[in-house]
Each structure stands twice: as structure tokens, then as C-alpha cells.
């Protein structure tokens, strides 16, 4: 086994191309940091939408991964007494967008929806964005066909209510085996809940209690808000490699944009646990975890699913040991997007990992690049937990 960061480094710049070339598009970049500095390296292909070449410093939407940013703030509001985890969501949200909104059994079991639901996507509730209304397109489908759209909670709810059918009733917690899907409506409403506690908007919420604290000064959200460091223009979004412009639905969602760099930055300060109060906060946080199924329908292909764990605004990611019986390859924790980005802290090799392909179809792309990452460290000689860096 090789013991050279050189090694890593060349065979990072080929991974890096060939997963450009892997997609229409031509694009990626891929960061890895170890602990304290000793190794660091950010690998860059293709352009951004100004025409310039991708760099460190590239911004790009970080689609889901905002999940994790949202679910630390609501960890953060319930360890202050302002956010109970498990009181009902009518608590928190108007009728307008409540009511009906979880049909099950012949009855509204929306009133049985707590946040602790929404963060570990056991609500049962229908996705808003890959679920299919009987004989019709899904909304994901329509918006890539149709083109772009500006989309209210008040008609994003009234989609789930009035198209959509829930999936299971809210699960009770802590059960045994209680049913987990991946719903993109969850983490809507727990915005939702995330202003109407701060009484600020969300973009002012993740400013004064994530960027400004934790030195993200290369993230803001798209449109509403601007970065503390002015950064160039952003990677070009596509989907199957041609340019997709949704400056309007990613303003609906509350889009973030960010770097990788910045993106590292945050999860290791998370897993460090230097942003919460008390300690414990990030143990609950990380339990317990609950694997997704199979995918059984459409839907569900395009979402995160078995092996994938899921805690708390969290994802837990392990190459099941038959795929790889003779060198198990260590879990990473963390969260993707479905454009093929990725944030991913490896605990047994203290490294933090992420990129993008910046690809609305590229979606299952990270749960690739991760094992291969942690691969080619260990092949470059890169020691267990609590190491500095490679062998010498």
C-alpha cells in the first residue's frame, strides 16, 4: 500500500475526470479536507454561467443538502425551549396550509404530524416534487418539460392535499420498526416552522445563526440573500447535461447556494460539535437511524433509498458488506441533493468530502463518488480516526 498524498492526489484528478466525462454536461468539482490542514485538495472541471473556468471558489445550489443546515437550526431552536420536537405541527402552521393535508385511512391525520416527523421523513407525507397524482406527471416532470414556475407553500400544499395521496400514517416514535420514505414536503413545512418560530425569514434565520457564527461567508440564498465574501458566478445547472433554468421554483424552495469549501467548513464544525449548546444535542441528532426501503415506484427511484440511513436532517451511507466483503469501506455521514452534490464527514478516517455535478439527473451520482473517495485515501495510506494525515 502506498503511503504518498501524491498518490491520492493524481488519482483524485483522475477520478475527477472521469466523472466530467461521465455526464453531458462536462462538469464536476470534488473537494476532500483532512484534519487540520494536512491534506487538502479540490479538483474542478468545467464552466460557469458567465463563461469562466470552475474553481474552489465556485459557487453552486446545493439542493437538499440544505436539509442538514435546517435540521441543525431546528436542533438549535428546540435545545433554546423555542421549537418542541414533538408537538403538533398545527402548533406552528396555519389551517391554510395544514388542513387535509395528510389524507390516510378515510381521515385527516395531519393534527398527528410533529417536527420530529418532518426531520426524520416519517410523516408519511406525499413529495410535493416526485410523487405522481393518479394518471398524471409529476411536478418534477412538468417543470423540466414546461419550464419554470414560481410556486407559493399555500399552492405547494395544496398539490399534496388535492393530487396526492400520503404514503402511511405519521409513525409513532420511537417504534420498532417504524416506516421512514424520503419526502421532499417535510423539510418545506419545517422551514415554514423554522420562520414562524424566529418570526424572520429564513434566509435571516441561517445568517444570523449559521453564516455569520460559523465563517460560511461564500453561502446565501438564491435571490434573497448575498454572500458575506462576494464570490464569481455560479456552476451552470443542468439536467442530462443541457442548461436548466429554474431561478423561480429554487427561489420557491428557499435555495441555497454555497462552496465546497464552505460546505466543509460547516460539517466540520457540526461534527466537531462546535455548533450546538449542549453535546448531547448532536448525539440525538444522530439517533436512532432508520434505513429507507426499496423503492417500490417511480417516485421513489429518484430518491434516496436502502442502503441509505436517516436520522435527524441526516443521512448515514455504508457499501453494504456484500458488495465490498473483503475491505469494508467506512460509513460516511452527512447529505446530498439531487443535482449530484454531496456534503459527507467519515468519522473512521476524520475527512470531509464533498462536490457537485450540478445535475438534476445525477442524483444517485454521490453515493458512487464517496466510496470511491474513501477508497483511494486508503489505498494512499490514510490511517484510521484521530490520525493527522497520511503514514511516514
Known amino acids: 500500500m502506498s503511503e504518498n498524498p501524491d498518490l491520492a ?11 466530467a466525462k461521465s455526464r453531458k454536461g462536462n462538469q464536476a468539482i470534488v473537494a476532500v479536507d483532512a484534519p487540520n490542514q494536512s491534506f487538502r485538495w479540490i479538483g474542478s472541471v468545467g464552466e460557469t454561467e458567465a463563461g469562466d473556468p470552475v474553481v474552489e471558489n465556485t459557487p453552486f445550489f446545493i439542493a437538499s443538502i440544505d436539509k442538514l443546515y435546517n435540521a441543525t437550526i431546528a436542533m438549535m431552536l428546540a435545545e433554546s425551549g423555542k421549537l418542541d420536537l414533538d408537538q403538533s405541527i398545527r402548533g406552528y402552521l396555519p389551517n391554510t396550509i395544514t388542513h387535509g393535508l395528510h389524507q390516510y385511512g378515510g381521515r385527516d391525520r ?6 420530529r416527523h418532518l426531520l426524520t421523513h416519517t410523516s408519511g407525507l406525499a413529495d410535493w416534487f416526485e410523487d405522481y397524482p393518479k394518471g398524471g406527471s409529476s411536478l418534477a416532470e ?8 414560481m410556486l407559493s407553500i399555500d399552492e405547494l400544499a395544496g398539490h399534496v392535499r388535492e393530487r396526492l395521496k400520503a404514503h402511511f400514517p405519521p409513525q409513532d416514535l420511537p417504534g420498532k420498526r417504524p416506516k421512514i420514505r424520503y419526502s421532499d414536503t417535510n423539510f418545506i413545512l419545517m422551514a415554514e416552522i423554522i420562520e414562524a418560530v424566529t418570526g424572520l ?19 446565501c440564498f438564491f435571490k434573497q440573500s448575498q454572500p458575506l465574501l462576494l464570490t464569481s458566478a455560479p456552476m451552470i445547472l443542468r439536467v442530462n447535461g443541457e442548461p436548466l433554468h429554474i431561478p423561480l421554483l429554487i ?18 464544525r457540526l461534527m466537531k460539535n462546535e455548533v450546538f449548546a449542549s453535546p448531547e444535542t448532536l448525539t440525538a441528532m444522530m439517533s436512532p437511524w432508520r434505513r429507507f426501503g426499496f423503492p417500490m415506484d417511480r417516485a421513489a427511484l429518484r430518491s434516496p433509498s436502502w442502503p441509505i ?8 451511507f455504508r457499501v453494504p458488506r456484500l458488495f465490498s466483503p473483503i475491505a469494508p469501506i467506512p460509513a460516511v455521514l452527512g447529505h446530498t441533493g439531487s443535482t449530484g452534490c454531496w456534503l459527507f464527514y467519515c468519522p473512521e478516517l476524520d475527512v470531509a468530502i464533498a462536490g457537485s455535478m450540478e445535475d438534476a439527473a445525477a442524483g444517485a451520482v454521490p453515493f458512487r463518488m464517496a466510496p470511491d473517495i474513501l477508497k483511494i485515501l486508503i489505498k494512499s495510506g490514510w490511517k484510521a480516526s484521530g490520525s493527522k494525515g497520511f503514514r511516514v
Open 309 to 316: 440511513e436517516y436520522a435527524i436532517g441526516m443521512m448515514r
Open 9 to 19: 492526489r493524481n488519482l483524485l484528478e483522475d477520478l475527477l475526470r472521469g466523472l
Open 251 to 268: 427561489q420557491s424552495v428557499k435555495g441555497i447556494y454555497s462552496t465546497v469549501a464552505d460546505m466543509m467548513k460547516f460539517m466540520r
Open 201 to 219: 425569514p429564513l434566509h435571516e434565520v441561517h445568517q444570523r445563526m449559521l453564516y455569520e457564527p460559523f465563517g460560511l461567508a461564500q453561502t
Open 142 to 149: 412538468i417543470v423540466f418539460a414546461q419550464g419554470d414556475r
Open 110 to 115: 395531519t393534527a398527528e404530524i410533529t417536527p
